[in-house]
Antibody, heavy 122, light 109 residues
Framework: EVQLVESGGGLVQPGGSLRLSCAASGFTFSSYWMSWVRQAPGKGLEWVANIKQDGSEKYYVDSVKGRFTISRDNAKNSLYLQMNSLRAEDTAVYYC???????????????WGQGTLVTVSS | SSELTQDPAVSVALGQTVRITCQGDSLRSYYASWYQQKPGQAPVLVIYGKNNRPSGIPDRFSGSSSGNTASLTITGAQAEDEADYYCNSRDSSGNQHAVFGGGTQLTVL
C-alpha cells in the first residue's frame, strides 16, 4: 500500500525557517517524480515544487523561488522541503504527492499524504 | 506560467448529471487531471489522461476535453460526491511546472 506521511509543520515567525519531511513507503520511491502542493486555509490547491527521480531537476512556483528548496534522499525514501524567509502568505497545509507523467500529454498526482500545517505568524 | 479557470460553485439534484469545467491554454497541449477533496481530507485523484479512472473510482465519473476546455462529468450524482473538485495540468510554458484550477464546490441537492 502506497503511503506518504508528512511531518515538520508548526508555528513559525515571519522570516523564520522550517523543514518539512515526507516519508514514503509501499512503492519504489527512487522511480518517481515527487511534488509539494499547498493549500492556504479556505483556499485552493497550489503546486509548490517538484523534483526528478535522481534529484537532478527541480522546479518551483515563482512565489517560493530563492526561499524554498526541495530535496530527496532515495536511500531513506524521503522527500524534503526546506522553507526559509517564511511569510504570512506561506501559511497553508503542505501535501507531498507522487507525480506521474505518461508520455508528454498526461500528468497527474496519484497519491497524496495527509498534509502538515505550516502557520507563519508573530 | 498558465492559469486554469473553474466555476466557483455548481449544484446538482441527487441522481442527475453534472458537468464541471476547466479552461486554460495549457489544456490545448495537455490532458487535465481531476481531484476530489472533501473537508479536512487530502485530495483524491478521480480522472487522468484522456478519460482514465484510478482503481476504486466509480464509473459515474468521466472526463472529456475539447480545445482549451476540460470537463469532469458525474452521471447520476450521489450525496457522497458533494466535495470540492480541482483540475490540474502541466504548465504550457514547456517546463515541468504544474498548475491547478481554483476549484469548484459541488453541492448535491
Amino acid at each position: 500500500e502506497v503511503q506518504l506521511v508528512e511531518s515538520g509543520g508548526g508555528l513559525v515567525q515571519p522570516g523564520g525557517s522550517l523543514r518539512l519531511s515526507c516519508a514514503a513507503s509501499g512503492f519504489t520511491f527512487s522511480s518517481y517524480w515527487m511534488s509539494w502542493v499547498r493549500q492556504a486555509p479556505g483556499k485552493g490547491l497550489e503546486w509548490v515544487a517538484n523534483i526528478k527521480q535522481d534529484g537532478s531537476e527541480k522546479y518551483y512556483v515563482d512565489s517560493v523561488k530563492g526561499r524554498f528548496t526541495i530535496s530527496r534522499d532515495n536511500a531513506k525514501n524521503s522527500l524534503y522541503l526546506q522553507m526559509n524567509s517564511l511569510r504570512a502568505e506561506d501559511t497553508a497545509v503542505y501535501y507531498c504527492a507522487r507525480e506521474r507523467f505518461s508520455g508528454w500529454l498526461v500528468h497527474f498526482f496519484d497519491y497524496w499524504g495527509q498534509g502538515t500545517l505550516v502557520t507563519v505568524s508573530s | 506560467s498558465s492559469e486554469l479557470t473553474q466555476d466557483p460553485a455548481v449544484s446538482v439534484a441527487l441522481g442527475q448529471t453534472v458537468r464541471i469545467t476547466c479552461q486554460g491554454d495549457s489544456l490545448r497541449s495537455y490532458y487535465a487531471s481531476w481531484y476530489q477533496q472533501k473537508p479536512g481530507q487530502a485530495p483524491v485523484l478521480v480522472i487522468y489522461g484522456k478519460n482514465n479512472r484510478p482503481s476504486g473510482i466509480p464509473d459515474r465519473f468521466s472526463g472529456s476535453s475539447s480545445g482549451n476546455t476540460a470537463s469532469l462529468t458525474i452521471t447520476g450524482a450521489q450525496a457522497e460526491d458533494e466535495a470540492d473538485y480541482y483540475c490540474n495540468s502541466r504548465d504550457s510554458s514547456g517546463n515541468q511546472h504544474a498548475v491547478f484550477g481554483g476549484g469548484t464546490q459541488l453541492t448535491v441537492l
